[in-house]
Each structure stands twice: as C-alpha cells, then as structure tokens.
C-alpha cells in the first residue's frame, strides 16, 4: 500500500499466465475475456475487473495493470482520500 495526501493506492499482484500487452487495453471490458475456452470452464462471464473499475472510477479512483504473460499480473487501485 502506498499513501500519498491525497489517496492510497493498493496493488494486487499475482504469478499467473499473464496478459498479452495486445490485451491490456481489453482487460476492463464488460464480457470480454482472454480465453474463452478457460472462462467457460470456470463460469466467469468478463464481467469482474468491468464492476471492479466501476466502483473505482465511482469513488473518482481507477485501476490500473501492468502484465507480462507467463510471468502475472499487477492491479494498482487507486482512491482518493476522504
């Protein structure tokens, strides 16, 4: 966690497959989904990281990923302070 004056930015870091720089811009969109195959298998539907930056940008904060496939994942949410 990092805090500035005027937020708090948390990461949330993973060691998965990663993500295609290709599909980065992609990542935040309602249904979309990087292998449909694997989300078929496991029930997702690409909707959590659409709600997720919602709620976010609903509090004047975002999300953002840096990613490299085969190496994971890191989301920076970011919020304002009170």
Known sequence: ???TNDA???KIIDTGMGIA??????????????DVN???ESGGL???????QSIARSHRGEIK???QLHLGSCFHVKLPLA
């Open 1 to 3: 966690m990092q805090r």
């Open 8 to 10: 708090v930015t948390v």
């Open 21 to 34: 720089r290709a599909h980065l811009p992609l990542v935040f969109d309602r249904f979309w989904r990087a």
């Open 38 to 40: 694997r989300a078929n």
């Open 46 to 52: 690409g909707l959590g990281l659409a709600i997720a």
């Open 65 to 67: 990923v840096d990613s």
